[in-house]
């Protein structure tokens, strides 16, 4: 009996030795580039059409995911249907504006820009603007507090203030949601419940509204969510211009100080004048979604690593069409590719300890949409999320970067943020199996392209997930241009960065804690 049960438990002791994850070289190395190339021509191919967020291209593109999704064998993420989880948007196209202040007619595009992802049909008039700081109202700070702008125009300022060199309301030198891609819907918001019957937006960073028109068009996409009742409508001025419209010096004296981020909120200021606000538009809903898909764990199956990149790019513009190889079809299909290995590792009895979550999202180049919705409506509990790596552009070279490296590198965004783990399991991997240089320039606090605000991790850091985001810096060349095709991507460093990223992934899914959580966000 005794030596039944040593036996037993040496036969145990094999079992579980061999149940637990090997070295993942070999599931690393399947991560080829003639596979990523393959996936490559179909997601940046003309039949896709741009993968434009609520287009038919972008649905395409869904479906070819999820196809690649059952074929491996990924179970549907829970609350998704048939892998995808869906969020309502709308597409609003202007047909009239017209605007009158005071005596004076402007003009759409030329004076002002429509606000069209806010504004709703109405004719609006009102005889008196009350000034409102940023238009904000926090229990931080309060543009509105002692000002009565009810059946009024109510006129703030974009952004937040500053004091001492960090935002005001958040303490930190990131911008809290006042100034996120939400804001401008946040501050109408207030300006609704306030009873105030319309809003002038000053954009102090410009002098003039042509400067920056061409950002913009005639036609807006919007996620849509649950709002409160009643509409009011918006429209932005430039600050160099304010004065002119409103025919007073108040304007000029205060622009300097938002140009500064200046708190402005004992700033009291109104004027009797008139303004009438004619806007029509044509309102189509519809829908767009995030794709995911899970390889269960085993021991740890209730802790969770997210692998995400977005799939959608602009589309199709002036019948061109904008195939986004690079931006972010490097991603997506970086993604399906780690899928891959992780099933092929998992079919093998190596599977990962924690659950691994692959999720292709939409909505990005509009604002972050998609990991917007799943933060807000999370498939998987956040607090259990060990972490978010990321991926958003890895198969091209940052034209501006000229150093020996230039073939060998990869941007790491978020190293030093969140989790004072990250790192050193990033570097770990990728000393022991790629070599790239790691330069972590996007994560200085002084970097004027914010990059670690705009792609889909962000959405996770702002819930305190901590995430890596991979990216190679391709600002410049062909970005956001018809050009950025699979005959420019660097296939040999597309075939590294991915293998690196699949190894930081192995590592954190497969150790014993999830990661620490002990570095605040800012």
């Known amino acids: 009996m005794k030596k039944q049960i040593l036996c037993l438990l040496f036969c145990t002791a094999v079992l579980t030795a061999t149940a637990q994850p090997t070295a993942p070289d070999k599931y690393g190395a399947s991560i080829t580039k003639e596979d990523l190339q393959a996936q490559l021509t179909i997601i940046a191919g003309a039949d896709m059409q741009g993968r434009e967020t609520g287009t038919e291209g972008q649905r395409k593109a869904a479906a070819y995911i999820v196809s690649q999704f059952k074929a491996l064998g990924l179970l549907p ?4 249907d048939d892998y995808q989880q869906y969020y309502a948007i709308g597409y609003d196209t202007l047909l009239h504006s017209d605007l009158s202040v005071g005596d004076k007619t402007l003009e759409s595009g030329k004076d002002y820009l429509d606000e069209i992802g806010i504004n709703n049909n109405a004719n609006t008039k009102t005889k008196e603007i009350v000034f409102a700081g940023y238009g904000i109202s926090d229990e931080k ?21 500053k004091k001492d060199g960090v935002y005001f309301i958040s303490g930190t030198k990131t911008y809290s949601d006042w100034s996120s891609s939400r804001g401008l819907a946040q501050k109408a918001g207030v300006a609704r419940e306030k009873g105030a019957d319309g809003i002038v937006v000053i954009n102090a960073a410009q002098d003039s509204i042509t400067a920056n028109y061409t950002r913009f068009s005639r036609r807006s996409a919007t996620r849509l969510q649950q709002t409160t009742d009643g509409t009011i409508n918006c429209i932005t001025i430039a600050g160099g211009a304010a004065s002119k419209i409103f ?5 000029d004296s205060i622009l300097a100080r938002a140009r500064k981020n200046e708190l402005l909120n004992t700033v009291a200021f109104s004027k009797k004048i008139k303004i009438r606000y004619n806007y029509a538009e044509n309102k189509e809903t519809t829908n767009a979604s995030n794709v995911a898909g899970y390889i269960e764990g085993t021991d740890k199956k209730d802790e969770y690593v997210i692998l ?48 691994l979550v692959f999720m292709t999202v939409s909505g990005e180049e509009k604002g972050l949409w998609g990991s917007e919705y799943y933060s807000d409506h999370p498939l998987f509990p956040l607090d259990k999320t060990s972490a978010d790596l990321n991926t958003d552009m890895i198969g091209r070279i940052d034209t501006e970067r000229k150093t020996a490296d230039t073939l ?38 002084a970097d004027p392209n914010r990059i670690y605000y705009r792609s ?18 391709m600002l410049l060349a062909d970005y956001h241009k018809p050009t ?12 590294k960065r991915a293998r690196m990223i699949f190894y930081t992934a192995w590592e954190i899914a497969n150790r014993d804690e999830m990661l620490k959580r002990d570095i605040p966000l800012n």
């Open 77 to 80: 993420a829970p609350g998704t």
């Open 141 to 161: 700070y309060d543009d509105y507090a002692g000002k009565n702008v009810k059946g009024k125009t109510v006129v703030f300022f974009s952004g937040e203030p």
């Open 247 to 251: 025919s007073d010096n108040f304007f």
């Open 308 to 355: 995400t990149g977005h799939y959608d790019h602009l589309g199709m513009r002036n019948g061109q069409i904008y195939y986004g190889a690079d931006d972010d079809g490097s991603g997506t299909c970086n993604v399906i590719e780690m899928a891959k290995a992780f099933a092929k590792a998992k079919a093998d009895g190596n599977g990962p300890r924690r659950r």
């Open 408 to 445: 060998n590198y990869v941007y790491v965004i978020g190293h030093n943020k969140l989790s004072s783990e990250l790192a050193g399991i990033n570097e770990a991997a990728n000393n022991k199996y790629t070599g790239l240089t790691l330069d972590y320039k996007f994560d200085d606090p």
């Open 456 to 473: 889909d991790h962000y959405n996770f850091a702002r819930k305190g997930v901590p995430i890596l985001f991979f990216y190679d810096g």
């Open 484 to 495: 950025d095709t699979i005959e420019k991507i660097e296939w040999d460093l597309y075939e």
